[in-house]
Antibody, heavy 118, light 108 residues
Framework: QVQLQESGPGLVNPSETLSLTCSVS?????????WGWMRQTPGGGLEWIGT???????YYNPSLKSRLTISMNTSKNQFSLKLTSVTAADTAVYYC???????????WGRGTLVTVSS | EIVLSQSPGTLSLSPGERATLSCRAS???????LGWYQQKPGQAPRLLIY???NRATGIPDRFSGSGSETDFTLTITRLEPEDYAVYYC?????????FGQGTRLDIK
């Protein structure tokens, strides 16, 4: 059974870069499926951030595209998120996911809270 | 962008009752790529239904999804204590992928 685990700093300064990694166990990320990131704001709203396919194709939310990079590290069976020029609006719980169809979430990590504040 | 509107915002029902949750899309969802998720406090969302009508692995058969194009429904027959949570719909048929604002299911 696949397991996903987010890791990264819990506090990021405004205007800096938010970097998170999702470590995947129980399944090779290059074999199949789509691997993605979602976030949930303190108010509860869910937002799709972006997705990378098992072959490395990326799909980004247009509202974040100019600041966003999602990549894979196949040797470590991980994929990563980088979001530049963060503001307080980027404060959220960030989840990594696995989906069958793109941005769906068949499996989720437990989530990690990232706070943007000085 | 497809906007998903869920109703009601809050639903208060007793154990054993039937729950009907609605999700309405601002335009037709491609391939009926509509999912339903359950979220409990402090936990990640859990996929219940994909493709509008298909139960995800391990989901009890008291959960069912129906609908097409712009109108979708999640039905929970015979509510169990563990079913009280927030439910979200999501469309993944077109970019950007979007979620509804959620329906909170409370114990009456």
């Amino acid at each position: 059974q696949v397991q996903l685990q987010e890791s990264g700093p819990g506090l990021v300064n405004p205007s800096e870069t938010l970097s998170l990694t999702c470590s995947v166990s129980g399944y090779f990320i290059t074999r199949a499926f789509y691997w993605g990131w979602m976030r949930q704001t303190p108010g509860g709203g869910l937002e799709w951030i972006g997705t990378i396919s098992h072959s490395g194709s990326t799909y980004y939310n247009p509202s974040l595209k100019s600041r966003l990079t999602i990549s894979m590290n196949t040797s470590k069976n991980q994929f990563s998120l980088k979001l530049t020029s963060v503001t307080a609006a980027d404060t959220a719980v960030y989840y990594c996911t696995r989906g069958r169809y793109g941005g769906d979430g068949e499996s989720w990590g437990r989530g990690t809270l990232v706070t943007v504040s000085s | 962008e497809i906007v998903l509107s869920q109703s009601p915002g809050t639903l208060s029902l007793s154990p054993g009752e039937r729950a009907t949750l609605s999700c309405r899309a601002s335009e037709s969802i491609s391939n009926n790529y509509l999912g339903w998720y359950q979220q409990k406090p402090g936990q990640a969302p859990r996929l219940l239904i994909y493709g509008a009508t298909n139960r995800a692995t391990g989901i009890p058969d008291r959960f069912s999804g129906s609908g097409s194009e712009t109108d979708f429904t999640l039905t929970i027959t015979r509510l169990e204590p563990e079913d009280y949570a927030v439910y979200y719909c999501q469309q993944y048929g077109s970019s950007p992928i979007t979620f509804g604002q959620g329906t909170r299911l409370d114990i009456k």
